[in-house]
């Protein structure tokens, strides 16, 4: 059986200064240290509740966890990463000229046959199933 690799998340707002994510990176180390796994990473964002932009740590992490660097995501509490259904992950991809540049650049890779789908996810940086998805949608599909 191989060993978990474990998260930490901590998010402080930027509206109270004097929050520290040692508060909350604390108690999550210690869980860690009673579970069977390592802690490969922590990430720590200073961004208000309602700001996902400025979230880049939590960017990173859904990164990491969408390349399977990780296994476990451990947060202080939910509102850390997450309140009233908004989420720590990326915006929108359209929301995101570049990132749409890309998607749509990629979904033209595999349309004229120069990638695999998968070839084409890696290159820009995407899972195969949102490029999938991506091209059955009536936005940006043939």
Request: glycine fraction near 6%; charged fraction near 30%; aromatic fraction near 6%.
């Given at each position: 059986?191989?060993?978990?690799?474990?998260?930490?998340?901590?998010?402080?707002?930027?509206?109270?200064?004097d929050q520290?994510?040692?508060?909350?990176?604390?108690?999550?180390?210690?869980?860690?240290?009673?579970?069977?796994?390592?802690?490969?990473?922590?990430?720590?964002?200073?961004?208000?509740?309602?700001?996902?932009?400025?979230?880049?740590?939590?960017?990173?992490?859904?990164?990491?966890?969408?390349?399977?660097?990780?296994?476990?995501?451990?947060?202080?509490?939910?509102?850390?990463?997450?309140?009233?259904?908004?989420?720590?992950?990326?915006?929108?991809?359209?929301?995101?000229?570049?990132?749409?540049?890309?998607?749509?650049?990629?979904?033209?890779?595999?349309?004229?046959?120069?990638?695999?789908?998968?070839?084409?996810?890696?290159?820009?940086?995407?899972?195969?199933?949102?490029?999938?998805?991506?091209?059955?949608s009536s936005?940006?599909?043939?």
């Open positions: 059986m191989s060993t978990m690799r474990l998260a930490l998340y901590a998010r402080v707002s930027t509206r109270d200064k520290n994510p040692e508060t909350q990176l604390l108690p999550l180390r210690e869980y860690a240290q009673n579970q069977e796994g390592i802690v490969v990473s922590e990430y720590v964002d200073h961004a208000p509740t309602t700001d996902l932009n400025h979230r880049i740590a939590g960017h990173r992490l859904m990164d990491d966890a969408r390349l399977h660097k990780i296994d476990v995501i451990l947060v202080w509490r939910m509102d850390r990463a997450k309140r009233e259904g908004k989420a720590l992950g990326r915006p929108r991809i359209m929301d995101d000229p570049k990132r749409a540049r890309q998607l749509t650049q990629a979904i033209q890779a595999v349309q004229f046959g120069s990638l695999s789908y998968r070839k084409a996810a890696k290159h820009y940086g995407f899972a195969v199933s949102s490029l999938q998805q991506a091209m059955r936005k940006i599909g043939p």
